[in-house]
């Protein structure tokens, strides 16, 4: 196995850096393995392995509070009218979408 000698640097705001790294503690991934595997599948891909692209739907960072506040109240009214999907139906849409 070859020495691995190279260093990667790179500056990420604090709050990201700590959420990332929680979530692969859980999986039991330390970051230089994950780094590791992305470069490989750089290399395999001959590209970035995951889609860059503007989400079509609204997000956290993309809308005002009042809309997400508002989009928060529909919910609600559809919750307490019992106007939802069965969760496996809520993941299959879901998944068509993905």
């Known amino acids: 196995m070859a020495n691995k000698t190279a260093n990667v640097t790179v500056r990420v705001q ?25 470069y ?20 956290a960072d993309s809308i005002s509070k009042a809309e997400f506040d508002a989009m928060m109240e529909q919910g609600l009214a559809q919750a307490k009218a019992g106007d939802g999907l069965e969760l496996k139906e809520a993941f299959a849409k879901i ?3 993905i």
């Open 40 to 59: 490989r599948q750089i290399i395999m891909t001959n590209g970035i392995p995951y889609s860059l692209s503007i989400p079509s739907i609204p997000t």
């Open 14 to 38: 604090p709050e990201i850096k700590q959420q990332a790294e929680r979530v692969l503690d859980r999986l039991g991934i330390p970051v230089s393995v994950l780094i590791d595997s992305l």
């Open 95 to 97: 998944h068509e979408n």
